[in-house]
């Protein structure tokens, strides 16, 4: 029964590492279309929703010059990498880290959609998306198990 359960426990974060890696390469294109687009000093463009331009360009979309889209590649990065080592080694204390670090991912998500609605007045597809993922990450992180000693 112990090494079922044990085996349902690697499993089963096999498969939230499988979704990091899926997720968290969603995110990670996201965003750097984002950074790419802040230094080629152009906007995306914006189809379903308007107003990405006025996010993009806001007071909010850089932090002393710098874009939060760039915050947002280091993080996906970060995401991805953990969830493929973990693939690789099945060091579970990597994948619990990258499930940790969803939090800051998801307080992120949960300040610049503040902006968007309530300050800003407009929305940005783009910054949704890796509002979406960050979430799906998060809620996906919740499912991450260690194994018993």
Do not use: W
Request: aromatic share 10%; charged share 10%.
């Amino acid at each position: 029964m112990e090494i079922l359960n044990k085996t349902s426990k690697t499993l089963s974060n096999k498969i939230i590492a499988i979704i990091f890696v899926l997720i968290g390469l969603l995110g990670f294109l996201d965003a750097t279309y984002l950074t790419i687009g802040h230094f080629r000093h152009t906007l995306p463009p914006c189809t379903i929703v308007h107003g990405c331009s006025q996010v993009l360009t806001s007071q909010y979309s850089t932090i002393v010059g710098v874009p939060v889209a760039l915050g947002g590649v280091v993080y996906y990065l970060f995401i991805l990498i953990s969830a493929l080592v973990y693939l690789d080694t099945k060091r579970e204390a990597v994948l619990l880290l990258a499930a940790r670090a969803t939090v800051l991912g998801v307080l992120a998500s949960i300040y610049f959609l503040t902006l968007q609605i309530f300050i800003i007045r407009a929305y940005c597809l783009y910054c949704l998306v890796s509002i979406g993922t960050s979430t799906a990450l998060f809620i996906a992180a919740r499912f991450a198990k260690k194994s018993s000693p």
